[in-house]
């Protein structure tokens, strides 16, 4: 016994005397403890005044330490308090700040009274009860059950970040991915991710396509004939990939070389079956590529065509107003109609100079004064002209002139009655309302 404390020694193997345990009034110093039962609060291995390990009431705690090299043999030089793995009844987890771990255990008292929520907000990484956790500043991985309320999912594997999940994998298998795809090889609802190509926002075209060449020095794309191409910003071909249809302009669609939508909308196609409805108010029907061609071409804009449904007739006109009720049509002054209508259109007034209300007319031509075409056949045949010349017949306002083969008039029949004939014969009809 010596000052106040009791020293045991023992001799080593070279008959050395050792002191090896010591009993003082600050505690049990010994190489070796060994007992059946021991009943402490706390025990740490301590390097100098710093604890390495602690094993207190709830769990172990590990410290970071730094090592230093000392004559070649490795010393604990430092712990860091605030870096620690502990185990304990929720689990095993590492914290790296924001803790010091000598003093402290999870308690739950800023999380809802949940420890194992406080674990997995402020542990880097934890293996608790509910999972796996990993976290990588605002970002976390979840490996075990959640319930995602946002999205209505039921989750294995979860993504974080800033608490908004961007990848879920459900308990069926099901991914739910808010965040962007990178992918080289694989299938997408059996497409095969090496045929077909995803492009995102870093490529001039947001596209999905197949047979679509690297641009070449112009800018311009080549594509094949057996291409697929869905590219909303458009692309530019150096060739046109539709059969007949304009080079260096912006496809939007491409489906091989017999269909194609350009960025302006125009449509190519190599032969089409609608059963619907076609509205369209400009453009035009058959070949227009070319000025030239469109001077030979219908202008939606100027000639349309109507089918109604009740009626069974099939129009084709340019300046014809409907007017309802009565089912009736009007022409304005000064406008050239071309009215096609084999069921016939009538009006409450005359359409064609010397016709009459209520006529059905199959074909309407000529400028409109007064509302009245100067040429029109009614759906019964009969012709209607103010003037012009039926074989060797004038037609004048004054009234009929006929005249053979050399230009010389054989008969007039005028508005004021007179008649002169040398040989012909007039046959029942109306010519500019003659009978």
């Known amino acids: 016994m010596i000052g106040g404390a009791i020293l045991l020694s023992k001799q080593d193997k070279n008959g050395q005397t050792k002191w090896t345990t010591g009993l003082t009034s600050d505690g049990i110093a010994a190489d070796l403890i060994t007992a ?6 706390e025990i740490s291995i301590m390097n100098h005044n710093d604890p390495v390990f602690r094993w207190d009431s709830f769990g172990i705690s590990a410290f970071d330490a730094e090592w230093a090299d000392v004559q070649g043999t490795p010393v604990i030089s430092s712990i860091n308090p605030n870096r620690f793995v502990r ?13 010091n771990g000598i003093n402290w255990y999870p308690t739950g008292k800023d999380y809802h009274g949940n420890p194992m929520e406080e674990i997995n907000n402020v542990a880097t ?11 990588h500043g605002d970002a976390r991985v979840h490996i075990g059950l959640r319930k995602d309320n946002n999205k209505n999912v039921e989750s294995l594997i979860s993504i974080f970040k800033d608490n ?3 990848f879920l994998v459900g308990k069926d298998g099901d991914v739910t991915i808010s965040g962007t795809v990178t992918a080289k090889e694989g299938y997408i609802a059996g497409f095969s991710i090496g045929s077909i190509q995803l492009e995102g926002a870093n490529n001039s075209c947001q596209s999905l396509y197949y047979g679509l060449a690297d641009n070449n020095s112009n ?3 080549e594509i094949d004939d057996d291409s697929f191409i869905l590219c909303p910003s458009g692309i530019y071909a150096s060739d046109s990939p539709i059969s007949g249809g304009p080079t260096k302009i ?3 669609i491409v489906a091989g070389n017999n269909f194609g939508v350009t960025s302006d909308g125009a449509l190519y196609a190599t032969a089409a079956k609608i059963s619907g409805n076609i509205t369209a108010t400009s453009g035009y029907i058959g070949p227009a590529d070319s000025d030239e061609q469109k001077k030979n071409a219908f202008s939606i804009e100027e000639i349309t065509m109507t089918k109604n449904d009740t009626k069974k007739y099939l129009a084709l006109h340019r300046h014809l107003n409907y007017n309802s009720p009565g089912d009736y049509y009007s022409l304005r002054d000064g406008e050239y109609p071309v009215v096609l209508c084999p069921y016939g259109v009538k009006s409450d007034s005359a359409l064609v100079e010397n016709g009459s209300s209520d006529d059905r007319w199959v074909l309407l031509l000529g400028k409109v004064v007064s509302g009245m075409v100067p040429f029109g056949i009614r759906e019964d045949g009969a012709l209607y002209a103010s003037k012009g010349r039926l074989g060797a017949t004038d037609l004048n306002p004054n009234g009929l002139v006929g005249k053979d083969d050399n230009g010389n008039t054989v008969f007039e029949v005028m508005y004021d009655g007179s008649k002169t004939a040398d040989g012909g014969v007039l046959t029942a009809g109306q010519i500019n309302a003659l009978t």
């Open 36 to 41: 059946g039962i021991l009943n402490v609060g």
């Open 87 to 99: 185990f304990d009844k929720f689990g095993i987890y590492g914290i790296d700040g924001g803790r």
């Open 125 to 135: 990484f934890s293996l608790t009860w509910d999972g796996l956790h990993v976290k």
């Open 164 to 166: 908004e999940s961007t």
């Open 219 to 221: 800018g311009l794309y």
């Open 250 to 252: 912006s496809w939007k």
